[in-house]
């Protein structure tokens, strides 16, 4: 049983560089979800796909952050000019059309440190 | 708007002894509720929802959560905690009515630190 993945599982990253991290839901999940954790916090939502199709943005998503789902499989989150204050685990999970609860399985998350 | 409150940042218990870790909720519809837990390092694993029916739900490594909807409320327990129990624990919330594309309002978190 494969579960949610992500890579880097930690990424170090100097101030203004560019980054991207990657998810791989699992097979049969159709929805697919990115979630920003910082310390002493719960998850904040940042987006949402169904297949290919991004279909929910939160405020938290700056323009300086962008995500795709291309073939409606894995997901990419980039993130430009970072900055401090983007350090924080990002979470992905994923979920099925055919669940009503739409139950939400969540990946192992990257640790994004910005110097 | 949906939110969570965990009104606990840390709750300490001894090996043995029953445990509650406190969690309220403000929708406004019919709520569905899940607890996850996190260990250092890791993502958050499921434990258990209240979607409908019976008010106490049970779930993974023998913890349970009671709902009460008069107060609002979908504390975690269990009857006897053990050291391996010690992680943070996360409330969540979605409202189906009126969250758009199932997205879940999660809480702070609370620490559960289990002693021997």
């Known amino acids: 049983d494969t579960g949610v993945s992500q890579n880097p599982r930690h990424k170090i990253t100097k101030r203004g560089q560019n980054v991207t991290f990657r998810c791989d839901p699992i097979s049969e999940h159709n929805r697919l979800y990115w979630y920003r954790q910082t310390l002493g916090q719960g998850p904040e939502f940042l987006t949402y796909f169904q297949n290919e199709a991004q279909l929910e943005k939160s405020r938290l998503l700056s323009d300086r952050f962008s995500a795709e789902r291309p073939k409606g499989s894995f997901s990419t989150l980039e993130i430009q000019r970072t900055e401090q204050g983007d350090s924080a685990m990002y979470l992905c999970?994923?979920?099925?059309?055919?669940?009503?609860?739409?139950?939400?399985?969540f990946g192992p998350g990257t640790r994004l440190t910005v110097t | 708007a949906q939110s969570v409150a965990q009104p606990e940042d840390q709750v300490n218990v001894a090996e043995g002894n029953p445990l509650t870790v406190k969690c309220t909720y403000s929708?406004?519809?019919?709520?569905?509720l899940f607890w996850y837990v996190q260990y250092p390092n890791r993502g958050l694993q499921f434990l258990l929802k209240y979607i409908t029916g019976d008010n106490l739900v049970k779930g993974s490594y023998g913890f349970e959560a009671e709902f009460n909807k008069s107060q609002t409320s979908f504390h975690l327990k269990k009857p006897s905690a053990l050291v391996s129990d010690s992680a943070l624990y996360f409330c969540a919330v979605r409202d189906p009515m009126n969250s758009g594309y199932s997205t879940l309002t999660f809480g702070k978190g609370t620490m559960l630190l289990v002693s021997p």
């Open positions: 999970a994923s979920s099925r059309d055919s669940d009503p609860i739409y139950e939400q399985y």
């Open positions: 929708v406004s519809g019919n709520p569905y």
